[in-house]
C-alpha cells in the first residue's frame, strides 16, 4: 500500500531537503516547464487509443476571439478630481509651511536660536549643512545674529555698561503684539539691581521696558560693577535716544509708533536713586507729601498725617527746593513724563512684602498681644493646605502652610490676602484680629479692582486725585492704627 504524498507545504525541512536530493533531471523539468507527465499507473489502466483517423481537408483558421468594447473617457469631474485634490493639498501644504508670507528663515532661524539658547557652534554647523540648500543663508553664527564687529562693553566708573539700543528693544516688544493699531505705546520703565555671586559686591542694573500690562520685557541696557554709578551717566543714552523716538517715532511693519514712558516702576531703594531723593528711612522720605517722621521705639513713624499735609508738585523735582532732594533727577529731561503722576506706589513692596509679611509674623510673635497660639497657626495651615487641592490654574502659586512663610514669593501674600486669608482666619482667629484684617482686604480689594475709578496711581495733582489719595490714606492709617493698638494697648 502506498504512503500518501504530503503537500510541500507540510513537508518539514529537513523533509525537503531529501525530496529536492531525489529529484532527477525529469523532474526538474516539471518543475520549471509546469508539464507534468502522467503517473505510470494511470497509464496503465487506460484503454488503447483508437486508430487514426482518415485525412480530411484542412480545417479554416479559427475564428479570432471577440474584442471588447473600449471603456468609456471619463467624465470631466472624473478628470479634475485628481488635479483638485493635488492642488488643494499643496495649498494646505503651504498654508501650514508659512505662516507669515514676510517672515523668512533667516528670521525664523534668529527666533529659534534665541528662544532655545542654542551653542553657537552648533549653529554654526548647522548653517553650513543648510547652505547649499538656502543660498540666502550666512555660514556664521556670528552673521546670523548680526553680533557687532567691535566691543559695545564701555567703562563706567566703577564698572562697566553695555547699550543694547532703545530702538531694538521697543521692536522687540512689538513684535510680540499682535495686531497693535495704536500710533501711541505706553511703556513701564523699571531701574533695578541684582546681586549675581554671593561672595562678591558686584550687582547688575540693567534697564528695562515694557509695554503696559504686558509680560514681555525687553533690555535697553546693563551696568555691571561693585557699587552703583553715577546716575546722570547711566542714563543719559536711554534719555537721549527716548526723547529722539518720542518726537520722531519709530517704523515698524509700515507703521509709526511713539512710545511714551507712562509709569517708573522701581522698590524703594531704586526709586530715591534714580530721583536722587533722600532714602525712604529719611525724615522727609515720602515722594507724595512733604510730612516728616520722628524716631520712637527705634522706628520712624510719621505721627502728622492730616490732609493739611502740603503735597509734593512736578515743578518742586525739577527745580531741586528742598532738602529731599539730593540733586536734580536725570529723569527730568524726559518728554511727557510727570514726577507725580507717573511714579505709583510701588504695591509689591508696601503692600504684600510689606504689611501682609508683617501681619503674619506678628501673628507668630509669642511675646505680643496680637500672637496666635501654635494649634492655631497649625489650623489655619490645615485649611490653607486643603484649598490647595482646589486652587485653579489661573494662580501662580498653589497655597503653602504658613512654616514657609517666610520664603513665599509675592504672589503668594496676595493670594493670602485678596483670596484664601478669609476663609482660612474664619473662626480661629481673635475678633479684632479678623476685623482689622478684614478692613485691610477691603481696602486693597477696592484699589485693585480694574472696574474702580477711585483712584489712579500718582494723580495727586488734580482736586479729584487729592480726594482718592485721602480716601486711601486713611484706609491704610487705620489699619496700622488698629494693629498699633492690637500690638501694645490689649
Known amino acids: 500500500m502506498e504512503r500518501k504524498k504530503k503537500a510541500l507545504f507540510q513537508l518539514s525541512t529537513r523533509h525537503m531537503r531529501r525530496r529536492l536530493n531525489d529529484l532527477t533531471s525529469n523532474d526538474w523539468d516539471i518543475i520549471i516547464t509546469g508539464n507534468e507527465e502522467q503517473p505510470h499507473s494511470l497509464q496503465a489502466q487506460e484503454p488503447p487509443s483508437p486508430p487514426p483517423p482518415s485525412p480530411s481537408p484542412p480545417l479554416s483558421p479559427p475564428p479570432p476571439p471577440p474584442v471588447s468594447p473600449p471603456p468609456p473617457p471619463p467624465s470631466p469631474q472624473e478628470q479634475l478630481s485628481p488635479l483638485l485634490e493635488q492642488q488643494q493639498y499643496e495649498d494646505l501644504t503651504e498654508s501650514n509651511l508659512s505662516v507669515e508670507s514676510n517672515v523668512t528663515l533667516t528670521t525664523q532661524l534668529q527666533s529659534f536660536v534665541k528662544s532655545h539658547n542654542v551653542d553657537c557652534r552648533a549653529v554654526t554647523d548647522l548653517l553650513k549643512i543648510l547652505k547649499p540648500y538656502h543660498n540666502e543663508l550666512p555660514l556664521d553664527y556670528r552673521t546670523l545674529m548680526k553680533t557687532p564687529r567691535q566691543s559695545v562693553i564701555q567703562e563706567m566708573h ?8 532703545f530702538k531694538s528693544a521697543f521692536i522687540a516688544l512689538l513684535e510680540k503684539e499682535e495686531g497693535r493699531n495704536l500710533g501711541t505705546v ?27 500690562s504686558k509680560q514681555p520685557v525687553a533690555v535697553v541696557g546693563g551696568y555691571y560693577g561693585p557699587s552703583k554709578p553715577n546716575v546722570h551717566v547711566y542714563l543719559q543714552k536711554f534719555i537721549d535716544e527716548y526723547n529722539h523716538f ?9 507703521k509709526t509708533y511713539f512710545p511714551v514712558i507712562d509709569i517708573l516702576c522701581c522698590d524703594a531703594p531704586a526709586k530715591c536713586y534714580v530721583l536722587c531723593v533722600k532714602g525712604h528711612t529719611g525724615y522727609s522720605s515720602c515722594i507724595k507729601c512733604k510730612t516728616e517722621g520722628i524716631y520712637k521705639n527705634n522706628r520712624l513713624c510719621f505721627p502728622d498725617l492730616e490732609v493739611t499735609s502740603p503735597l509734593r508738585s512736578d515743578e518742586e523735582y525739577r527745580s531741586n527746593v528742598d532738602d529731599f532732594h539730593n ?64 486652587c485653579p490654574s489661573e494662580f501662580a502659586r498653589k497655597p503653602r502652610s504658613l512654616d514657609y512663610f517666610k520664603i513665599w514669593k509675592a504672589t503668594e501674600y496676595r493670594q493670602f490676602l485678596l483670596y484664601t486669608g478669609f476663609g482660612a482666619l474664619e473662626n480661629i482667629v481673635t475678633h479684632e484680629i479678623f476685623q482689622s484684617f478684614l478692613g485691610f482686604l ?49
Open 186 to 212: 505706553k511703556l513701564d520703565l523699571n531701574v533695578d539691581g541684582l546681586p549675581l555671586f554671593k561672595s562678591s559686591k558686584d550687582s547688575l542694573w540693567p534697564i528695562l521696558i515694557s509695554i503696559v
Open 442 to 490: 477691603i481696602s486693597m480689594r477696592i484699589f485693585t479692582s480694574d472696574d474702580s475709578d477711585l483712584y489712579s496711581y500718582g494723580n495727586l495733582a488734580t482736586p479729584k486725585g487729592q480726594v482718592m489719595n485721602y480716601a486711601l490714606y486713611i484706609i491704610i492709617v487705620r489699619f496700622f492704627v488698629c494693629c498699633f493698638v492690637l500690638l501694645f494697648c490689649l
Open 246 to 254: 518720542n518726537t520722531h517715532g519709530i517704523e515698524f511693519r509700515e
Open 327 to 390: 540733586a536734580i533727577s536725570p529723569l527730568a529731561q524726559l518728554n511727557q513724563f510727570n514726577f507725580i503722576d507717573n511714579i505709583p506706589f510701588d504695591y509689591m513692596h508696601l503692600v504684600c512684602l510689606g504689611i501682609m509679611k508683617k501681619l503674619i509674623l506678628l501673628w507668630h510673635q509669642s511675646k505680643l498681644p496680637c500672637s496666635l497660639q501654635p494649634r492655631k497657626i497649625l489650623e489655619i495651615s490645615q485649611n490653607l493646605e486643603i484649598y490647595r487641592k482646589f
Open 158 to 165: 566703577p564698572g562697566q555698561y553695555i547699550h543694547f539700543g
